[in-house]
């Protein structure tokens, strides 16, 4: 058993390189959207390589990388919510109930994105770039609240979670979830 106030290992190194990988290649493929058109397919398809990996991860991986650990039912998450805006959230080791379905939101929003991105075509019009556009926008703004909310858990709970996301390290905290 791991002391309380110890640096633990909470996100695998897979987890960490998915995730800054994926940071990288949606920031490639959104500066690339309107003038290299082959980069922007090919950091698509990137991300999308990436997705089912995660997915894959998702199911078998380690215990803080796997879905049922931070994927939330209604009740817990609209309780942590309501407690976030109370200014009394508990701490989890993992991702909290917001953060979780955080992640899911965004992967699916990049799959819609990336999916639309190649059912496009070699077309410049149709409904499939208007979602792919729609889907896109929508990811931006997932991607700022996401950074938002990473900011507003860190100040609150006292931790660098951009460090952790790093390291893979958390303090641990007797009151943990």
């Given amino acids: 058993m791991v002391a309380e106030n110890q640096k633990v290992l909470v996100w ?12 990288l290649t949606y920031l490639v493929a959104w500066v690339s959207a309107e003038e290299w058109a082959s980069l922007h397919e090919q950091a698509g398809y990137f991300i999308l390589v990436l997705i089912g ?18 994927v939330y039912g209604r009740a817990t998450t609209i309780g942590y919510l309501k407690s976030l ?52 926008n929508l990811t931006l703004l997932l991607v700022v609240v996401h950074i938002s909310g990473v900011i507003a858990a860190s100040l609150m709970h006292g931790e660098n979670l951009v460090r952790a996301m790093l390291t893979g390290r958390k303090m641990r905290r007797s009151e943990d979830v």
């Fill in 12 to 23: 695998d190194p897979f987890v960490r390189v998915f995730h800054w990988s994926l940071v």
């Fill in 85 to 136: 805006k109370a200014g009394t959230p508990r701490h989890y080791l993992g991702h909290n109930p917001a953060g979780g379905w955080m992640v899911i939101v965004l992967l699916l929003s990049l799959v819609v994105a990336g999916v639309s991105g190649i059912l496009i075509g070699d077309t410049e019009h149709g409904l499939w770039k208007e979602i792919h556009e729609a889907s896109a």
């Fill in 53 to 70: 990996l995660r997915v894959v991860w998702g199911v078998i991986g380690t215990r803080h990388a796997q879905f049922r650990d931070f």
